[in-house]
């Protein structure tokens, strides 16, 4: 083994640390927050992390044995399961992700209505939904004898049948209807879905810019020190909407894209994928398991709440108290600050 695949190693061992620590923070709020488990997102956020844990516990240190045998970590019905695992796992992620963009829609475009359009019952019919497309794309390889180990990936994953044309052409329809029906229909719905939102956060941003400008031309006796911080509370604002959108998609794009790309290359006879950018790409494919709780949940108001809540239970709340009544004085002057805007 030489010192690139080490590395690559490494790589994988860090990103499943991160991703199972990380995922196990956003279960932990789950199980400790009443409010998270009352809103509908909170059970896509689950389902993601789920997966997520599954992949950090058992695809990606197959992946890691992989690299250091160069060749199938042990028999063929360990090679079986584990495409198939690998499979739902990745199909059910990217579902979950357009689920929560479909989520996102909902409540932004149709506030006064989310509540009735989005119950646990769609929810779960989306997510049962996800369940069995994911089920049905993981078990044709291992049903039509396609999965095997790939020296191209470090892995058990869906490989070209052979030289055969008949079963050529069949492996290509399969993989092209595989991505087409996960990563380009998720792209879609993420595209489509939060462009929307943005459109929607845009003009009531704008609606509120023209208030607060009216309300300061009125307050005239008002500091311009003020003045000037409300005004650059809404220009942030407004950029906090658009940079919350590019890290939906492009976090997406940039973990899942380069992977499904060389996955379609290698269609083409005349194309060698490289073993070492092969893996590098199923690197790629993994981090976005340690991204999605800092994208979807952890960085949110609730889980932030929950986590602290957690933090006071396990340190002891008197261990709190006294820092969390001066940061409560600090927040006080903030928000007294904030609401002159």
Known sequence: MNLCETLLE?????????SLLSNVLV?????????????????????????????????MPSTVLGVARGGKPFGDFFCWTMS????????????????????????????LTYSSKMRYKKAFAMLAYAWLHSLAFSLIPVLLSWADYSPTYASCTPVHP?????????FTVFT??????????????????????LQVARFHCKRIDVVTVQTLLLLVDIHPSVKQRCLLEQKKRRQRATKKICVFIGSFVLCFGPYVITRLAELVPSVRINRHWGIASKCLLYSKAAMDPFVYSLLRQQYRKALIGLTNRILGHDFYSSSGHSSSSDTDNDSNQQRVC
């Open 10 to 18: 490494l790589l994988i061992v860090a990103i499943a640390v991160a």
């Open 27 to 59: 279960l932990l709020c789950f199980a400790s927050s009443a409010e998270i488990r009352a809103q509908v997102p909170g059970v896509f956020v689950l389902n993601l992390s789920m997966c997520n844990i599954l992949a950090a516990t058992v695809t």
């Open 84 to 111: 198939a695992v690998d499979t739902f796992l990745t199909t059910n992620a990217m579902l979950s992700m357009a689920a929560l963009g479909i989520d996102r829609w909902v409540a932004v475009v149709f506030p």
């Open 162 to 170: 052979g030289h055969a044309h008949t079963a050529h052409v069949a």
């Open 176 to 197: 092209a209807v595989l991505h087409s029906a996960s990563f380009v229909l998720t792209l879609v719905v993420l595209c489509l879905a939060y462009l929307k939102v």
